[in-house]
């Protein structure tokens, strides 16, 4: 048990429940969510009697503390986010909680794979292409955004980039558009969308080559916007500066194999800063794993750091771990 993951821990829950139970609790979760975990259950292999107990006696300990009220009114939710994060920020969250809600619309294309969503936005406006990729998660916006030319990525990320709201009567109403493509009032207060940190999350999620070309292109056309997004982008080096309790709990959540592949692109202080938030047993495994992988890809290296990097935002917002170390203002 203490040598496996949450995700490992959902896996076995779910396949010790049986397929109708299972099959109700993934229509709960999200596309992500359930990607994950379906990953983590078609890597399972010999699970012992006793490691299924303890994550069933783990799941009930965890189920026995809880209240087991259920709040869902929309009032109370306005009032919560509000007290917590003020009138503007708890407004665009409410919105889109609201708008999430729902299976169809904009929530559908989150289920679709990136070509796909791409040929449904592809002959709206950029303006609407922006909206709908700075709605989406950022990894899968970053892989919609690769399937359009050069210049209509620049003119999208250009767009996205100058977002700062959206009406939520014109988001609605985008909204009800994608409805009926699927199945064959000015004046109220705006949605906060899209602006310079969304733009840096989708290029953190793009390719290195196109990440380059596209960085290179938004500075040409406005050098200052360029550096506000390259500035908020969070890429595998900036590991070095997150603490040392953070990345023990990122090491919880990340197998092996990707940290050995995402360590061949590091330098000797990076790797230094994994091996010493390890034990030393795990550590001189994890040295003679990476001595003894020999060359690999850069696309390869690349996509490692991406999937620990989309595991360290991830963590990040849910507040398990900060992300820039000591450098950010407490109180």
């Keep these: 048990m203490a040598d496996m993951n949450s995700l490992e821990r959902a896996a076995i829950l779910l396949m010790s429940m049986g397929e109708k139970d299972a099959a109700e609790v993934l229509k709960q979760m999200g596309p992500k969510e359930v990607q994950r975990v379906g990953a983590a259950m078609s890597t399972l292999k010999s699970v012992s009697q006793d490691t299924v107990s303890g994550v069933l006696n783990e799941f009930l300990n965890e189920c026995g503390a809880q209240s087991g009220l259920g709040i869902g009114a929309e009032n109370y939710i306005r009032n919560m986010l509000t007290e917590a994060l003020g009138e503007d ?7 889109r909680i609201l708008l999430g809600s ?14 796909s969503v791409a040929d449904v936005i592809r002959l709206e406006h950029p303006q609407i292409q922006a909206v709908v990729l700075s709605y989406l ?15 209509v990525r620049l003119e999208i990320m250009m767009r996205i980039a100058s977002l700062e709201s959206v009406q939520p009567e014109a988001l609605k109403e985008l909204n009800h558009i994608l409805e009926k493509q699927f199945s064959g009032k000015g004046s109220n207060p705006s949605t906060v969308i899209g602006g310079t940190k969304t733009a ?5 999620n793009l390719d290195g080559a196109v990440e380059q070309e596209l960085m290179e292109a938004i500075k040409g056309v406005d050098e200052d916007l360029g550096n506000q997004i390259q500035d908020l982008m969070f890429v595998f080096d900036n590991m070095r500066d997150v603490d040392d309790r953070g990345i023990q709990s990122l090491l919880r959540e990340v197998s092996s194999e990707v940290l050995i592949l995402a360590l061949k692109g590091a330098d000797d202080f990076l790797k230094e800063k994994f091996f010493n938030n390890m034990s030393k047993r795990a550590a001189e495994l994890l040295r003679d794993d990476l001595e003894a992988k020999g060359p690999v890809r850069i696309v390869e290296v690349e996509a ?10 991830r963590m990040a917002d849910a507040g398990e771990i900060q992300l820039g170390g000591g450098s950010e203002a407490m109180i």
């Excluded at 750091?305 to 989309?310: G, R, Y």
């Design 137 to 151: 998660d950022a990894d899968q916006s970053a892989n919609i955004l690769a399937q359009f030319p050069e210049k």
């Design 200 to 204: 840096a999350e989708i290029m953190n």
């Design 102 to 115: 729902s299976g169809s619309g904009i929530n559908s294309l989150k289920w679709m794979d990136p070509r």
């Design 89 to 95: 920020r708890a407004r665009g969250f409410l919105d």
């Design 304 to 313: 490692a750091q991406k999937e620990i990097l989309v595991v360290a935002r």
